[in-house]
Each structure stands twice: as C-alpha cells, then as structure tokens.
C-alpha cells in the first residue's frame, strides 16, 4: 500500500506543481538548500569551542524540527495531497493507513532539503564509529520531524473540535510563531553575553540536549567518547518516539475520518437587537455570529491576538520594552491578513448574495463593521496597557495611536478588497475535519495584507515623523486624526471597490469556490493568465522576500532613529556611524518597495500583453 500511495503522491505532483505552486516550491527549495548548507557549515566550522557549537548545532537542529511543526500553519495545513478524508470508506486499518501517508510524505523537495541539512550530523561526528551512528541518526531524524509534523497536524485536527481547543491550538501556534520569529532576541542576549565565548548556561545546554531534535547528536558524541549504552539509549529513543507517535497519529486518523467538529452556540439577544437597523447590521451580526462559531475564523483570531502579544513580550528577555506601545498594530495587521479571505472562507454560501442583486455594498459593509467591533476593542485596550507599561512618553502615545487607527481603517478596507479580488478557495465548511490549518494555500495572502497594512499607515508615519523630527509635539499629535482620517478613506474606498468587483465578477467567484481548496480543481478567473515559470518564481520571490528590507530593515531603523532610540539590536543601518545610517535604512526602505512593485506589476502587465494578445489573434 505504501508504494501506491507514493506512486499517486507522484502523480498528483506531476499534475499541480505548475504556475505560482510550482514557483513557490522553487523558491522555497533554494531557501531551504541555502538554510541547510548554512547548517553544515556550523557543524563543521571552528569559530566557537567544541561545546559551544554542540549547542550552537543543537539550537540549528531544534529550529528545523519547529520549522517542522509550524509549517502546517503557513501552508495552510500542510500537504494536502494526499488527504486521509479520502480513504474513510476503504477497508483500510488506521495504522496501515498512517504508516502509507507517512512514507508518502518522504516524496517532495522539503523532506530532501531536510536530509541534506541533518548530513550536518555527519559533519559533527568525530571517528568511524560516530560516522556510522551518524548516518543512522540522520535517517531517523528526517523520519522524526515528518511524523512529528503530521502528528501535530492530527492533533489539531482533533483537538480544535470546540472553541476552547480552537483557542489553545491558537495559543501553541502563536507561541512557535514568536519563537521563530523572535529568535533574534536569544541570539542577540547570548551575543551581548559574551556565550558564544565562555558557553551556554549548563541548565540551557541541558535543556537543549534533552530536546528529541537533539538525541541524533547526543549518540554519535556518546559514540566518538566509546559510551556505547548511551549512544543505544539515544538511537532507540528516536525509534520509540517515532513508532509512538505514528501510534498516535493513527488513532487520530481513525477518529478524524469517523467524525465531525461541533459548532457551539453564538452570542445571544444583544445581537438581536443590532439587527434592527437596516441589511448593513443584519449582515454584521451574522458575522459576528460566525466569528464566535466558526472554528477556524476563532483560531485565527486568537493566534493574531496571542502572537502580538507575545511577539512584544519576548524583548523583555533583554529588558527592552519598546515593542510594547506596538502590541495593537501587530494583532492589526496579524488579524487583516489571517481574515484576508473572508469569502473565500464562507465556500458556496455566496450564491445567497448574488441571488439578492443590489446586496453586495451591504454585505461588503456589514463584514468590515463586524471585523471592527471584534478586532477595534480589544486592540485599543492592548496598546494602552503597552504604551504605559513601557512607560511612554506624549509622542510615543501620538505614534501609537495612529498607527493603531491607520491599520484599523486599512486593515477593515484589505479583508474585503483581498477577498474578492485574490480569492483562495477552500474546503466547505460543512466538508471540514474541524482542522483550523485547512485554510488552503493562504501563505502569499497573508504576506501581501501584512505589506499592505504597513502602506495604508505611510500617511499616518509621514505625519508623525515630520513633527517628531521638528520637535513639535502638536504636529505629531496632529498624525491621529490624519490616521483617522486616512482610515476611514481606506475602509470606504476600499469596500467600494470591493463591492463592484462582486457584483461585476459573482459568478466567477463562485464558480472558483466550487472548486473547494481540492487539488484537482480549477479556479474560474477570466482574464487571469497563468505566468511562466520563470516570472512566476521571480514573482513569488519578491512578495516573500520583500517584507525584509522593507520592514525589519528599513521602516524599523527609520522610525528608532528618528525617535532618538540608542538601541542597536539586529538592525544593519543603527551599527553604522553618521551620516550612513539614514541613507542605508532608506536604501533597504526603497529596495523592499522596488521588490513589492515587481512582484505587483509582472503580473499585471503580463496579463495585459496576453488579452492584447488575445484580441489581435481574434
């Protein structure tokens, strides 16, 4: 059984890696071999003792094993290729079935990317006998992370069949999120700490060894040494592991193909009354009622709460509190572009807009009321707190105020825009398994709403900015109504043409959701050609690679030497000296915009050349 589950994972690749899939595949295939030879570098380099680059080797290895687990997150529920939905009316046993789709998985250029990069055990190995140790560990390594992915997956799978599950699937997303994301932090204390010299905390070091993403290495050390029962000890705890967890994971499968996530009641006669006032509201309670039922629009709530929270929390690892006045505008832009899909969200209910003509403003509206009361309340709170915990001075409250009502009003106009116009169709939700991860390839959405949120707040910065840098305070304070003001212009141009774009192309878009996420399906877009590959890669490149010098290397830099902030952390233009830092941090500002350009206006005149194209051969 297994070789025919592999045979028709190759098939199904054959067929679907065209176009932007195949171009995202390619890109991050580069990425990775770039990731893994940077980890065998490490393994073999001497640019720290033995026991520092052990642990050093053991951060590395314990960063592709969450890299691992939290990519389901990003890919919208991992591989769905092969789906075990697919199989429930076989006679198929479910450790059988659990061990076929895990060997399945080894087909792809994420498993080979990950056994390249665990050779760097290889690399670590001092002797014949560590050599030999190593290429067994290097085999169950790459079988472990993969089976802990789908175990994590599965256990989401079940586990979020409630709203409490759903919150605490949110809550340990979120938290390996940050920890990814944030690394920096630890990076920069041991740096700042002089560990990279003098060693790691024994209890870090032993925490770090204790990790399974570590037991490969603790054998082949314990082989080099002669410690032949720890070296044992090791190796057979990776295979337990591994056949626990496909234990595991096969009981799971059993219980997520027999049976169905509950819906639990919704708000109550509050909601009711704020029906009386017309279609706009009807349509706002009826989306508010689905954010408190629908178990995916709860987890993606949740995780944008909890990962701003708790991506301005990590920094006080190194008593720094300057992300804390930021805390709202994270879970902002976090929750625009996790509810940038809303439609697409919904499936085939659509139809019950388009039969009513005439609706499409309201209902258009309605979702950018609902997504404002939800995301508004909570958001203001949260940058309250922040800003007087880390003690904000008046111009600190004017930046972040504004930049929590720019992204407000930017935020509520994108969900709608992003939703009609690059629509991901997904699984109906009367077909969901109750994973909150099956939200179909959303990666390239949520990357492109966090860029545009970031841009809808640039009116709202240049105020600011100019009243900071002439030391006027009434000017910087000025930036609030300016971010109001631009907001609600966002919110309202951009619902506008949201509303045209479903009343002009309904059908289409109905005519993709019908395809339901399947891979075998094909999405409807008149007028949309399909690139090359090689502009298709290109083009996928720069909306994931253009956040980089746009943000974390330019906006941030700008903004901390503007503010007169002495902090340096890991941005490039603060290590340098006047009168470089400016120019530096402005020329990664234009390169991350010059790479969103690309990425944006590629497409679209390749399209135009395709229908000019068309016509002439008309």
Not at 15 to 25: D, E, F, I
Not at 269 to 293: C, I, M, N, Q
Not at 405 to 430: M, N, Q, T, W
Request: hydrophobic residues 55%; positive net charge; contains cysteine.
């Amino acid at each position: 059984m297994a070789g025919v589950l592999i045979a028709m994972r190759l098939r199904v690749l054959a067929h679907t890696l065209t176009g932007s899939r195949a171009a995202a595949m390619i890109s991050g295939g580069i990425a990775g071999l770039l990731l893994a030879a940077g980890t065998i570098a490490l393994a073999g380099s001497d640019l720290a003792p033995g026991q520092v680059r052990g642990d050093l080797l053991a951060i590395v290895l314990a960063c592709w094993m969450f890299g691992w687990i939290l990519g389901p997150v990003y890919t919208g529920g991992g591989d769905d290729s092969l789906r075990p939905e697919q199989f429930s009316l076989l006679p198929l046993r479910p450790l059988p079935l659990a061990f076929g789709l895990l060997t399945a998985g080894f087909v792809g250029i994420a498993p080979a990317v990950s056994l390249i990069a665990f050779t760097a055990l290889i690399a670590h190995a001092q002797g014949v006998a560590a050599v030999a140790v190593a290429v067994i560990a290097v085999v169950l390594q790459l079988i472990l992370v993969l089976m802990l992915s789908r175990l994590v997956v599965g256990v989401l799978a079940v586990a979020v069949r409630s709203r409490l599950g759903a919150i605490l699937a949110a809550l340990v997303n979120a938290s390996m999120a940050v920890l990814l994301n944030q690394s920096w932090v630890l990076i920069w204390a041991a740096v700042d700490s002089d560990l990279l010299t003098y060693g790691f905390p024994p209890g870090f070091s032993a925490v770090l060894h204790w990790l399974p993403s570590s037991w490969g290495m603790v054998a082949i050390d314990a082989a080099g040494r002669g410690d032949w029962l720890l070296a044992a000890v090791a190796v057979g705890g990776l295979a337990a592991l591994i056949g626990v967890a496909l234990a595991v994971w096969a009981r799971l499968l059993a219980r997520r193909t027999t049976t169905r996530a509950g819906m639990s009641a919704g708000r109550g006669s509050l909601l009711d009354r704020f029906t009386d006032g017309g279609t706009t509201r009807a349509v706002a309670v009826k989306e508010l009622r689905t954010w408190s039922r629908d178990l995916m629009r709860i987890h993606f709530f949740y995780y944008s709460v909890f990962f701003g929270v708790l991506y301005t929390l990590v920094p006080l690892i190194i008593d720094w509190r300057g992300m804390l006045p930021w805390t709202g505008v994270i879970i902002v832009a976090m929750a625009a572009a996790t509810s940038a899909n809303l439609f697409g969200l919904d499936g085939t209910a659509l139809w019950l807009n388009l039969v009513n003509p005439g609706g499409e403003l309201a209902e258009v509206r309605g979702r950018q009321l609902a997504w404002l009361l939800q995301t508004a309340p909570v958001t203001l709170l949260i940058t309250v707190v922040g800003t007087i915990v880390a003690g904000g001075d008046p111009q600190t409250w004017a930046w972040a105020l504004a930049l929590l009502f720019a992204a407000l009003g930017g935020g509520a106009g994108l969900i709608v825009l992003v939703s009609v116009f690059a629509l991901v169709p997904v699984l109906e939700p009367k077909r969901r398994s109750g994973n909150p991860l099956e939200a179909g390839p959303i990666f390239g959405q949520i990357i492109g709403t966090l860029l545009l949120v970031c841009v809808t707040t640039v009116p709202a910065v240049v105020v600011a900015w100019a009243g900071t840098r002439s030391d006027q305070p009434l000017l910087t304070w000025a930036a609030v109504p300016a971010a109001l003001a631009t907001g609600a212009w966002f919110t309202w141009w951009c619902g506008r043409a949201a509303a045209r774009r479903l009343r002009a192309t309904g059908p289409e878009l109905l005519a993709t959701m019908r395809s339901g996420g399947t891979v075998t399906a094909v999405a409807v877009r008149p007028g949309a050609a399909e690139l090359p590959p090689r502009l298709s890669a290109l083009v996928t490149t720069m909306w994931i690679v253009c956040w980089v010098p746009l943000f974390p290397q330019g906006i941030v830099p700008l903004w901390m030497i503007f503010s007169g902030s002495e902090n340096r952390l890991w941005f490039l233009a603060l290590h340098l000296d006047d009168p470089w830092r400016i120019p530096v941090a402005a020329a990664f500002l234009l390169l991350g915009l010059a790479m969103l350009t690309v990425g944006t206006v590629v497409p679209l005149r390749y399209g135009r050349l395709q229908k000019s194209a068309a016509r002439i051969r008309r």
